[in-house]
């Protein structure tokens, strides 16, 4: 087996790096509020997610990443679950229970901030491109590498 040319490495390193950012940033801004004066401003972190998420799926969609490789993929295929199942449970503690943010976040009691239906389309909408962009990445990772994965290298 041949090795892979070197803007097609590069641009593999540049989707894989881009998209375990997002995903880590999706964590972080969920871990690193402490709501000070009932304010969620660590929410806003997650606009980043946007670029990084269409330079890392832009990337992995025109240099698609061989099957083996997507074990690299691990950490941030973990970080889009939580992100999706914190973006869930945003949208129940908001829309069903009638609680603020801050609520969820540090698990006592506040009033609404007021932002919430900004942040929450935030949320969802980084949730949409990710769910979107997944499988358009991986279509193409298994409509262009055709090699079996008990082939050796």
């Known amino acids: 087996m041949t090795q892979a040319p070197a803007l097609q490495r590069i641009a593999w390193g540049i989707g894989i790096v881009a998209l375990t950012l997002s995903a880590a940033n999706s964590f972080v801004a969920t871990q690193a509020d402490t709501c000070t004066m009932g304010s969620f401003d660590s929410l806003e972190a997650a606009i980043w997610d946007i670029p990084l998420l269409v330079v ?22 973990a970080g889009f679950a939580y992100h999706l199942v914190w973006t869930a449970r945003f949208a129940k ?33 980084i949730s949409l ?21 008990h082939e050796k290298p």
Do not use: N
């Open 93 to 125: 503690h908001y829309l069903i229970d009638h609680r603020a943010v801050c609520d969820l976040l540090t698990g006592e009691s506040f009033d609404f901030d007021g932002r919430e239906p900004e942040f929450l389309v935030l949320w969802a909408g």
């Open 56 to 77: 890392g799926f832009g990337a992995l969609i025109a240099q698609p990443l061989p099957r083996r490789k997507w074990l690299m993929m691990i950490p941030a295929l």
């Open 129 to 149: 491109l990710m769910v979107a962009g997944l499988p358009i990445a991986l279509w193409r990772t298994f409509r262009i590498s055709r090699q079996p994965l």
